[in-house]
């Protein structure tokens, strides 16, 4: 069995008299597709807050590729390899793409092994920042409008920007906060194309979705929360045939 990437251990999360989490626990393996879905409410975003390190559960334990991560900002978190998306994108609108992108390239770049510094690990040249950035924003299909203001771009071309910024933290988990809401049809399944090619390149993937079609065929494993506690989890198939779940989430 493949090893877990992240261990998520009886978290909860409460706000003054509310729970929002209760004792969750979950685990994604390495290079795994997993989706969490749940009602408006149930806990989905308090849950990747509490994993990227935006919020602190309290108790629990967050192990991510061995190390104990509860305790660490969310910059550590993203250094050791943890990167998300956005449910709504916030782009610097009047930079280009370009730029955009290169914003975290230049965050993340002490991780890149430079064998000119004789220490082995130094920041990347500007040229580097820049092929780099570009061969991203081809990968999501963008790198024909790389010098144009990211104001300029329709919805689904923010959706693929704020994975394109995502990418460029060179995550090993990219967590998706509804990646793709809003979109068409067609453009959900533009972005599904380009989730796929990136879990084809080893890109560990946990997303959260209310669009079930887009979730059901992209996840191997689907977790459902219900007011802030895992209810099932289990195959696309095995989840979609749920009594619970049909009466709690899919309206059966």
């Keep these: 069995m493949t090893a877990a990437l992240l261990d998520v251990q009886s978290v909860s999360k409460r706000f003054g008299g509310f729970a929002a989490l209760t004792d969750?626990?979950?685990?994604?393996?390495?290079?795994?597709?997993?989706?969490?879905?749940?009602?408006?409410?149930?806990g989905k975003t308090t849950l990747i807050n509490c994993i990227c390190g935006a919020l602190r559960g309290h108790p629990g334990t967050i192990v991510f590729d061995g190390h104990d991560v509860t305790g660490l900002a969310p910059y550590q978190r993203t250094r050791l390899g943890i990167a998300r998306s956005f449910q709504i994108p916030r782009p610097f609108a009047s930079m280009s793409l370009l730029e955009n992108v290169a914003v975290p390239l230049e965050y993340v770049a002490h991780r890149?092994?430079?064998?000119?510094?004789?220490?082995?690990?130094?920041?990347?040249?500007?040229?580097?920042?820049r092929a780099e950035a570009l061969a991203i924003l081809d990968q999501m299909g963008l790198q024909a409008g790389a010098d144009a203001p990211a104001a300029t771009l329709t919805q689904v071309g923010l959706r693929k920007l704020e994975l394109a910024r995502a990418m460029a933290a060179r995550p090993r988990l990219l967590i998706l906060d509804e990646v793709m809401a809003g979109l068409s049809a067609t453009e959900v399944d533009e972005v599904l194309a380009l989730l796929f090619a990136l879990s084809g390149r080893g890109v560990t993937i946990l997303m959260i979705e209310h669009i079930m079609r887009a979730i059901m065929r992209f996840s191997e494993r689907v977790v459902c929360l219900d007011a802030g506690r895992v209810m099932a989890e289990g195959t696309p198939a095995a989840i979609a045939a749920d009594p619970m779940v049909r009466r709690v989430y899919l309206g059966a």
């Design 112 to 129: 890149v092994l430079a064998p000119r510094h004789a220490k082995g690990w130094g920041p990347l040249a500007a040229a580097d920042i």
């Design 24 to 42: 969750v626990s979950l685990g994604v393996r390495t290079g795994e597709r997993l989706g969490i879905i749940g009602p408006n409410g149930s």
